[in-house]
């Protein structure tokens, strides 16, 4: 056994049986499904527009050191770095954490209903814009830094990050603009059995390129326009083969925890945490760690912590831990963070729903997966499918959200259900334009080419 953070002792790995194991421990009964959403904000001064580092009487490290004092978070640390924040322990609340370069990330708490999911969001959102008025420091919410070069974009003191920065140039070109340039919004959802775990894979699988559509928002390079409407998704094209992806097995008959265990076990690793540090074993295979062969840990057995960890550095657009996580959105504002996590909710957490969202995808081949997931980055709403757009599709996609929704009957203090949350996706659908046109038409038109105005019209 090897000893957490926490001090607690993690299972070694017997046997791929331990593996699929640890994922069929999420299965939970209906009434304790939850939604799970994170989501993150690119940081910047507001007097300058320039990055915020983490050093410094106003940086990311001070900005969290306000977050302590003033609404009692606790400090997550790697050394001497306050690297997240936590609730305290017993009160409810998820974690702030940092992604590689600087973008700020609340994870979530998982909670009962999409109420509890808006209320969350704006009880951060008023706790980081009060601290970050103090500090001078703005939001952003877009899919892709649309101003910054990468060498202009600070780098965050995590040790796992310097092991991914090592690597990524060697397995894909944008490997490093993913992780320092792109934010992005997603929902983790719950599953109830194999079954059910398999259908909602497969349909979130095939539904996740009509998310990036409908989300895209980001259009900008260096105050340039890219020619994408989700550069943020392009890139993750073009970042590693072999953790990212649609999952095509996923559609084949056989499909279940086994199958992905294998996948992920073909998925070269990047590190293995022990004794406070990351040891950095990137290109390695976990099968062979479960012989005892790694090259730098000789001898050393995995434990299902370290399964654990292996199963965050998979990036496909459909994640499965102990939940699903739904990775093809772009970063987006308040109303946006909602209404992500109800059109999945939607989708997949209504019996009906869910029936209804396989009946539109189930005729669909790998081929025409994939050629959606090629085609929506550069033209979202536009993309042709079979004899209609993915603008139809979205319609038609939303629609059946609508109905899951309803059909959930779960009720604010206003007497609204939860369909409230779609009304941002369906006006935008309605017209055909995301938010990455709006922001090419002011950028050609009022903004005079002046990429400065996105910071003054898309701050949170």
Not at 174 to 179: A, K, N, P, S
Not at 227 to 255: A, I, N, Y
Not at 435 to 444: G, T
Request: hydrophobic residues 40%; negative net charge.
């Amino acid at each position: 056994m090897s000893t957490r953070q926490d001090g607690a002792k993690s299972p070694l790995v017997r046997n791929r049986a331990d593996l699929v194991g640890w994922i069929a421990a999420g299965e939970k009964p209906k009434d304790a499904w939850r939604i799970g959403t994170e989501h993150e904000k690119f940081v910047f001064y507001t007097e300058t527009l320039e990055p915020v580092p983490y050093a410094g009487p106003r940086g990311i490290r001070a900005l969290m050191e306000h977050m302590i004092v003033r609404y009692d978070w606790q400090p997550i640390l790697e050394g001497d770095n306050i690297i997240a924040l936590k609730r305290p322990d017993g009160e409810p609340g998820g974690t702030i954490s940092l992604e590689p370069g600087g973008q700020f990330e609340l994870s979530g708490a998982p909670v009962r209903t999409l109420h509890d999911t808006a209320d969350e969001t704006q009880g951060h959102l008023r706790e980081v814009l009060d601290v970050g008025e103090d500090l001078g420091i703005g939001f952003l919410g877009v899919g892709f830094s649309p101003k910054w070069t990468l060498d202009e974009t600070p780098r965050m003191p995590k040790e796992r990050y310097k092991v991914m920065t090592r690597y990524m140039p060697q397995v894909g070109k944008r490997g490093l603009d993913m992780m320092y340039r792109t934010a992005t919004i997603q929902v983790n959802l719950d599953f109830g059995d194999e079954a059910d775990m398999v259908k909602k894979l497969r349909v979130s699988l095939a539904l996740q390129p009509i998310a990036t559509a409908m989300f895209a928002s980001s259009p900008f390079t260096e105050g340039r326009v890219n020619g994408m409407r989700s550069l943020r998704s392009e890139v993750w094209r073009e970042t590693d083969p072999r953790r990212t992806g649609m999952l095509p097995f996923v559609f084949e008959d056989g499909m279940g925890y086994e199958r992905y265990v294998d996948y992920a076990l073909d998925v070269p690793m990047y590190f293995v945490y022990r004794e406070g540090r990351y040891i950095d074993v990137a290109g390695a295979s976990f099968r062979d760690f479960m012989q005892g062969k790694l090259a730098a840990m000789p001898g050393e057995l995995p434990t299902l912590d370290d399964w654990s960890d292996h199963l965050t550095t998979l990036f496909p657009e459909v994640r499965l831990k102990r939940f699903l996580e739904m990775r093809g959105a772009d970063g987006g504002r308040w109303t946006r963070i909602c209404a992500l996590s109800a059109f999945w909710v939607g989708l997949l957490y209504d019996r009906v729903a869910l029936d209804a969202a396989w009946d539109l995808v189930k005729t669909w081949t790998a081929e025409e997966r994939q050629a959606l997931r090629e085609g929506v980055p550069r033209t979202a709403l536009a993309t042709p499918f079979r004899d209609t757009t993915v603008q139809q599709l979205s319609m038609e996609a939303l629609g059946i959200s609508r109905l899951g929704l309803r059909n959930r009957r779960e009720i604010n203090a206003r007497s609204q259900d939860e369909t409230i949350y779609l009304a941002p996706l369906e006006r935008l659908v309605g017209t055909g334009r995301t938010v990455a046109d709006e922001l090419l038409e002011r950028f050609h038109g009022p903004w005079n080419g002046c990429i400065d105005k996105v910071f003054e019209e898309f701050a949170f």
